[in-house]
């Protein structure tokens, strides 16, 4: 496995730079909102301080093992598109510790899958899924970053699945699909043609990803919503009360 990890990484060198580009690019707006964020309400603790290290290397394994337990919807898209739920400690990990905290997650979370399962896609599904899982947890963890509170979190679970939807949508239009057609040597035509047979509503590549790509992506978003709103409520006083010891800790040795 890991050699052929290697060997992919040197045939599609190009790709892996775009690729790390990509990662930089979103980790650098997450560090500009959350910056505004803390100067807004007088925060002083560092963005990367070092127990939010840890617990952003625990929160990436749980999500990297989530995301290697992913499943196909047959009856609402063909069978290559899976849904997992590794986005839900991407979305607690925002909310606890910022926008930055979530989308490394999402990054670390790549490297975790890629370590134990490699690559069938030649990183364009990873990289996809790395896209597009930064539009749920990046606009969800900036808006309840700038008011923490019930609604902030709701509006911002909310907003984060119209941007995931949209994006998800658009990019597999413009980019995925045709290259996953050129990586597998399958004609558009015959993807769009598993499209049709499942909704025969489905007649050009428009159609194909409003009808199957949308749905897919909205399912994800609301369930990963859902269940962020109910786990965080009961995660939080565990996540506060260890960052309350180790701030006293902190000032205690200060």
Request: hydrophobic share 50%; proline share 4%.
């Amino acid at each position: 496995m890991g050699n052929g990890l290697m060997k992919a990484v040197t045939e599609n060198g190009s790709f892996v730079v775009v690729c790390l580009l990509a990662v930089v690019g979103l980790i650098l707006v997450a560090y500009l909102f959350e910056r505004a964020a803390r100067a807004r309400s007088g925060g002083t603790e560092r963005i990367l301080a070092t127990r939010k290290i840890v617990m952003i290397g625990m929160f990436s394994a749980l999500s990297g093992i989530l995301y290697c337990f992913d499943f196909s919807l047959p009856v609402i898209a063909p069978e290559f598109y899976k849904l997992d739920f590794s986005e839900l400690p991407a979305m607690i990990a925002g909310f606890a510790f910022g926008p930055v905290a979530g989308v490394l997650v999402e990054f670390i979370k790549e490297l975790v899958k890629l370590v134990i399962k490699g690559t069938s896609t030649a990183f364009v599904g990873d990289l996809a899924n790395f896209l597009i899982g930064c539009m749920l947890v990046l606009p969800a963890s900036i808006i309840y970053q700038f008011k923490k509170s019930r609604k902030t979190a709701i509006a911002g679970c909310v907003v984060g699945t119209v941007v995931m939807t949209v994006f998800g949508t658009w990019f597999n239009a413009v980019y995925l699909l045709p290259a996953f057609s050129k990586l597998f040597g399958m004609p558009l035509d015959v993807i769009l043609g598993m499209g049709s047979a499942i909704n025969p509503k489905v007649t050009d590549l428009t159609t194909f990803v409003i009808l199957m790509v949308a749905p897919i992506n909205i399912i994800k978003g609301v369930g990963i919503s859902v269940l962020t709103m109910l786990i965080y409520k009961k995660v939080s006083p565990i996540i506060k009360y260890g960052r309350t010891m180790s701030e006293g800790s902190s000032s205690r040795k200060g």
